[in-house]
């Protein structure tokens, strides 16, 4: 029972950019302990995306400052934008990969200065297309978690949304945690589910993670 436990705690969940930013990150005190989705508790995840960014720390000649080697990566895959940290004895292993691939990422997740980031296990460079077959995988394998919603109710939470958003402008935005707890009848994965599309249709923007703004 307790290895089943195990495995089911180390699954690496297929997941979008964009899903992991409208994640709630679960705190165990000071320590971070997963990230919520949906009904799902996300502690390491699988995903493929562009290279957009790196940044290089590669520690000089002192011996003091071997620890100091690290690469930050920055991965798009056209629904948001994440940061893979790599520090210490793991930056040979990924210190070669650059700005303009696609590769396909497994590793945990971290949460440090109210940022999610990625510290990966494996970095393996993949073909353009394969960014386009995740959307399609991760779209079929969604599955409402509160029964079937009528098109026309998911029409009517989607404009609530908007309003929502629009009024909140002159204050600078609105947190996501507040859109959802506006809609006491609707699962809060359904409600992420269509703030994501506005984002990624962008209609509206987050300026810093949690927290979504109107761009129209």
């Known amino acids: 029972m307790a290895n089943e436990q195990q495995i089911k705690r180390n699954i690496a969940y ?17 320590r971070f302990s997963f990230l919520e989705i949906g009904n799902r508790r996300v502690m390491r995840i699988n995903l493929i995306g562009n290279i957009v960014d790196k940044y290089e720390q590669s520690g000089g000649l002192d011996s003091s400052e ?5 690469v930050f990566f920055t991965l ?18 990924f210190k ?6 696609t590769v396909v990422i497994i590793g945990n997740l971290r949460y440090w200065n109210n940022e999610v980031y990625i510290a990966p296990e494996v970095i393996r460079e993949m073909d353009t297309q394969y960014l386009l077959l ?9 599955t409402p978690n509160s029964g079937f919603v009528e098109k026309e109710q998911v029409m009517a939470i989607k404009d609530k949304i908007l309003d929502l958003i629009k009024n909140a402008e002159e204050l600078g935005g609105i947190e996501i945690e507040d859109i959802t ?9 359904l409600i992420e589910e269509e703030i994501q599309k506005l984002l990624e249709e962008g209609i509206v923007f987050e300026p810093r993670p949690k927290k979504i703004r109107w761009l129209g």
Do not use: A, C, W
């Open 14 to 30: 297929k997941l979008r950019i964009g899903e992991i930013l409208t994640g709630k990150p679960i705190m165990d005190r000071e």
């Open 66 to 70: 071997g620890n100091r080697r690290y």
């Open 76 to 93: 798009d895959d056209g629904s948001g934008q994440i940061k893979l940290k790599v520090f210490g004895d793991d930056y040979e292993r």
């Open 96 to 101: 070669d990969f650059f700005q303009g691939q």
């Open 134 to 142: 995740r959307k399609l995988e991760t779209e079929r394998d969604k």
């Open 181 to 189: 707890s506006e809609f006491k009848e609707v699962s809060t994965s």
